[in-house]
């Protein structure tokens, strides 16, 4: 196996499916390495072994011992899976991984699964070719896996579909968090290759220098959510960590202030007082601040802002004990949003612990933000929006994963709006929008899930907005929400 694994890793590298150097990422990200499998269908005998499937086509099935010369990509990716579940069906993860799930498929004589990438926002068509019962066990086959979280699309369209998934088979983890990831989401996941196993075996076969397998490794310490084994994976748990343990796991000062607060004044909720008139936003700020972690403002929308706003907002902030978080939504240009942030009629960077962040623009909103602290020693914190609420949001798939990557980019980056468990890192803060007592919608396209689910989902920090501001007794709504989302949250944690 192991002769196996090296001899398809050099080939993976002769065929350029490996580069290094200085490449930038779709989010930006500087890395030294970089992977494009696609090239792979360019070399069947990397894929399958021609030995293999001669012997197949001329001998029967009797031909176990040609299976030790050669074995390709597929083969031993097979090799991989345990199957201790009774898997019945495979399905790759568009697209690198469907020739690998076809030829693996022929080989294990296992019908396979084709999931539609493209319909997923038009929802006419069946997301899911192929012919399966419900309940019937898929295993996934992907090429490189980053976060998981394209594991984690696959897997959520077949549950969707009454099928299970508890193994995925990957040719290479980056160990960026992904094992963890899905193992979260109660995948496991078994690779060929990590990036560290990888880079030994092109090193032993003097494909690259030392000089490159070390630039990759300090990439890898600066990147790296450690991968789970034995004892370590309830203590690196996202989900299960209680809130205390993760404020000595984070790189962000915000971040850490506001996991210790929640864990002291047993809180998760972030209010959003999206009202316009400032007496109203003080009035219900003094009146939530000893039940809430967060206040979230929208000052743009403010009719009578002035600059002792935010003054009076702070020192209700200091005697109740919360923070706050002006939810701006930066989304242009480095310098631009750098501007925006510490000057105009708002001069947000003075006051607002926590802003959020489109992460459309890339490492620059980062840096932008980054640069508008200049002479600020205040702990300060971005939430990155990583997936939306609302109903048709563009927010999927690739869009997701290189905000997870980016998050990891910057200390700054205190945690991700999302609505769903898409990232692994312990030291991040999921803040999860779109919430009320039942699930329903707004006329404008917004969608609300239950406290419960939410925080099931992954949900650390909660926005409550209209939940309580259109509460004829808003004291009450607020201790409600509090108290479930405690209780949720407890719950998780002792699961
Ligand atoms: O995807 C998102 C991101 C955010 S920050 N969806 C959201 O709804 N929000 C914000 O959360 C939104 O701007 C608003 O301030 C709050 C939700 O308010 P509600 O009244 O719908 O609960």
């Not at 790759?92 to 019908?111: F, K, N, Q, R, W």
């Not at 205390?244 to 790189?251: P, Q, S, V």
Request: glycine share 8%; hydrophobic share 40%; charged share 20%.
């Amino acid at each position: 196996m192991e002769d196996q694994l090296k001899n398809c890793a050099v080939r993976l590298f002769d065929v350029n499916a490996v580069k290094f150097g200085n490449f930038v990422t779709k989010a930006g990200l500087q890395t030294p390495v970089y992977f494009d499998l696609r090239v792979i269908v360019s070399h069947p005998s990397l894929m399958v072994s021609s030995f293999h499937m001669r012997a197949r086509i001329f001998l029967g099935y009797g031909i176990h011992h040609w299976q030790k010369f050669q074995k390709a990509l597929s083969s031993l990716l097979w090799n991989l899976s345990e199957n201790s579940g009774g898997a019945t069906q495979l399905c790759g993860v568009p697209y690198t991984a469907l020739p690998l799930a076809t030829l693996i498929s022929v080989e294990a004589d296992m019908p396979m699964l084709i999931r539609r990438k493209e319909v997923k926002s038009y929802g006419t068509k069946k997301l899911i070719e192929g012919e399966f019962k419900e309940g019937e066990i898929c295993v996934i086959v992907e090429d490189v896996v980053t976060t998981g979280s394209s594991i984690l699309e696959t897997a959520k369209d077949l549950l969707n579909e009454g099928l299970k998934v508890q193994e995925a088979i990957v040719i290479l983890d980056r160990e960026q968090g992904g094992k963890n990831n899905l193992k979260i989401n109660g995948i496991r996941m078994r690779s060929l290759y990590t990036l560290s196993s990888f880079m030994g075996y092109l090193l032993e076969a003097r494909k690259v220098t030392l000089p490159v397998v070390e630039s990759v490794s300090s990439y890898l310490k600066r990147t790296h959510v450690p991968s789970l084994s034995g004892n370590d994976e309830k203590s690196l748990n996202r989900l299960q960590l209680r809130f205390e343990e993760r404020a000595k796991l984070t790189k962000n000062r915000a971040a850490a202030k506001l996991l210790d607060l929640m864990s002291t004044k047993e809180t998760t909720l972030c209010l959003a007082v999206d009202l316009i008139d400032t007496d109203a936003i003080l009035e219900l700020a003094n009146m939530a601040g000893p039940h809430i972690a967060v206040l979230k403002t929208h000052v743009d929308a403010i009719e009578n802002f002035t600059s002792e706003f935010p003054k009076a907002l702070r020192e209700l902030a200091e005697k109740h004990n919360f923070l706050i978080m002006e939810d701006r939504k930066f989304a242009d240009i480095g310098n631009t949003v750098s501007l925006q942030y510490r000057n105009g009629i708002y001069k947000i960077a003075n006051w607002a612990d926590f802003v959020t962040a489109h992460t459309l623009p890339g490492y620059g909103i980062i840096a932008g933000l980054k640069d508008g602290l200049e002479g600020i020693s205040a702990d300060r914190g971005i939430f990155l929006v990583t997936e939306m609420s609302c109903q048709g949001a563009l927010t999927l798939g690739d869009y997701v994963k290189s905000s997870v990557v980016l998050s990891k980019s910057s200390n700054l980056v205190a945690g991700l709006v999302c609505q769903a468990n898409v990232f692994a890192d312990p030291g991040l803060v999921q803040l999860t929008p779109g919430v009320r007592l039942t699930e329903t919608t707004d006329t404008l396209g917004q969608r609300y899930n239950t406290p419960h689910s939410v925080v099931h989902a992954g949900a650390d920090l909660v926005v409550v907005g209209r939940g309580v501001t259109e509460a004829r007794d808003k004291r009450s709504a607020i201790v409600e929400y509090k108290s479930k989302l405690w209780q949720a949250y407890v719950e998780r944690t002792s699961s």
